[in-house]
């Protein structure tokens, strides 16, 4: 039962790179999503996905790019890497929006 | 807009103690839910208790509990016979339930909780 995993668990990229963070569950839930975690700002959506080709903007989209062509798959792309994107990136899964949403383990994100 | 507080930055109890910690949240709307979830040094965030508020009775999972006053928007968590594995920040959580566009899960800033020995 892997539930959710997300790769890479760390990273460490310069600015203005390219990152992807991957995110993959095994339920088929149908809603996905990304957070990152910040310090004094809890988390923050960044992006969700209520089923495989529909995605909508969260809080903070700015700088970071979604795809969702498989229900198990949503990676999570940084385009252009700053430092402010340093930050831990969750990914999460539901059944159905109102579900209780399960976390990954969370990916460490350095840009330097 | 939603908003949730946890008043409560740091808080530490003894092994075998109950501890509460604090969770106000601000909204218009009527349906909703509320969460507890823990983050232990592993980073991953843990589901503790979820509580429909629709729901008049306190939703309780072993040794955790909440005090849920609808009135007062306020969403407490208690936590019984505290045990070293408990040590973990706790975010408190509110989602909207339908008729909304973002249905996202809105996190206070955390409370760190320590349990000693």
């Known amino acids: 039962d892997a539930g959710i995993t997300q790769s890479p668990r760390y990273k460490i990229t310069e600015t203005g790179r390219q990152v992807t963070l991957m995110c993959h569950q095994t339920w088929s839930h149908s809603y996905m999503f990304w957070y990152r975690q910040d310090l004094g700002h809890g988390l923050r959506l960044i992006y969700y996905s209520a089923a495989a080709d529909i995605t909508d903007k969260g809080e903070v989209p700015d700088g970071y790019v979604v795809s969702r062509s498989k229900t198990e798959n949503f990676p999570l792309t940084l385009e252009s890497a700053t430092r402010s994107q340093t930050s831990v990136y969750f990914c999460?899964?539901?059944?159905?929006?109102?579900?209780?949403?399960?976390f990954g383990p969370g990916t460490r994100l350095l840009v330097l | 807009a939603q908003t949730v507080t946890q008043s409560q930055p740091e808080m530490s109890v003894q092994e075998a103690e109950t501890v509460t910690l604090s969770c106000t949240y601000d909204t218009s709307e009527n349906n909703y839910y509320l969460f507890w979830y823990k983050q232990p040094p592993s980073r991953q965030m843990i589901l503790v208790i979820r509580?429909?508020?629709?729901?008049?009775q306190n939703a309780t999972e072993n040794r955790f509990s909440v005090n849920f006053q609808k009135a007062a928007k306020s969403f407490s968590l208690k936590i019984s016979d505290s045990q070293l594995g408990d040590t973990a920040m706790y975010f408190c959580?509110?989602?909207?339930?339908?008729?909304?566009?973002?249905?996202?899960?809105?996190f206070g800033t955390g409370t760190r909780l320590q349990v000693f020995p």
């Open positions: 509580q429909e508020a629709y729901k008049q």
């Open positions: 959580a509110f989602m909207k339930w339908v008729g909304s566009n973002t249905d996202k899960l809105i």
């Open positions: 999460a899964s539901s059944a159905r929006r109102e579900e209780t949403q399960y």
